[in-house]
């Protein structure tokens, strides 16, 4: 590593080639962090799934939106999700990721949360945009997932009714480790390091 470095930034020394600049841009995690145009997205992501019934919110009023939305943008903007935990509120590390193509709006988001850093991430809700759903989309952003928070593993717990996410979830090397009395399924992926 470091005499590709001392090779870089030696004067005279060769350019990269295309190719080596392509393989140095699949190693990077197509990711990024979300911002607050964002959360729009994520909230009508929200209101389909709570449609359904397969949201971890409900979303019967505004108080309840407006609290969604209060820690979402702290998230975005402190890296914190706030976590009721033994009736208080917890600040746990989060992280509002995005999978973009391009400039426009992402293809999918995730919320990530944890207690601290050495416990699992936990999925908390993530979602492709319906357009762009049956593509494979929901396995790339889940294996971008396991790239982007690496080194530890990944958690989630989703209804056995939605059936595109749990093959997104298996495709992506999460494996299901139980099922509650609610058709509650628990996945987990084991800790994953960059290549």
């Known amino acids: 590593?470091?005499?590709?470095?001392?090779?870089?930034?030696?004067?005279?020394?060769?350019?990269?080639?295309?190719?080596?600049?392509?393989?140095?841009?699949?190693?990077?995690?197509?990711?990024?962090?979300?911002?607050?145009?964002?959360?729009?997205?994520?909230?009508?992501?929200?209101?389909?799934?709570?449609?359904?019934?397969?949201?971890?919110?409900v979303l019967r009023d505004k108080s309840v939106l407006e609290t969604l939305r209060r820690a979402l943008e702290f998230t975005v903007h402190r890296g914190l999700w706030l976590q009721r935990?033994?009736?208080?509120?917890a600040h746990?590390?989060?992280?509002?990721?995005?999978?973009?193509?391009?400039?426009g709006p992402p293809l999918g988001m995730v919320l990530a949360c944890r207690p601290d850093d050495e416990a699992?991430?936990?999925?908390?809700?993530?979602?492709?945009?319906?357009?762009?759903?049956?593509?494979?989309?929901?396995t790339r952003l889940l294996m971008a997932v396991r790239r982007s928070l690496s080194g530890v593993p990944l958690q989630t717990r989703l209804p056995l009714t939605c059936h595109s996410a749990i093959d997104s979830l298996e495709a992506a090397g999460f494996t299901r480790q139980f099922v509650d009395a609610f058709d509650v399924a628990r996945y987990e992926a084991p800790a994953k390091w960059d290549e």
């Open 1 to 57: 590593m470091l005499t590709k470095l001392k090779r870089l930034f030696t004067p005279g020394s060769p350019q990269p080639t295309a190719r080596q600049k392509r393989q140095g841009r699949k190693r990077s995690p197509p990711l990024e962090d979300a911002c607050g145009e964002d959360i729009d997205n994520f909230i009508q992501a929200v209101y389909q799934a709570d449609a359904k019934g397969h949201s971890p919110w």
């Open 85 to 89: 935990e033994e009736g208080q509120v």
């Open 92 to 103: 746990w590390q989060g992280r509002l990721l995005a999978l973009r193509h391009g400039e």
């Open 120 to 138: 699992a991430w936990q999925l908390r809700f993530f979602y492709i945009s319906q357009e762009w759903k049956g593509s494979g989309h929901g």
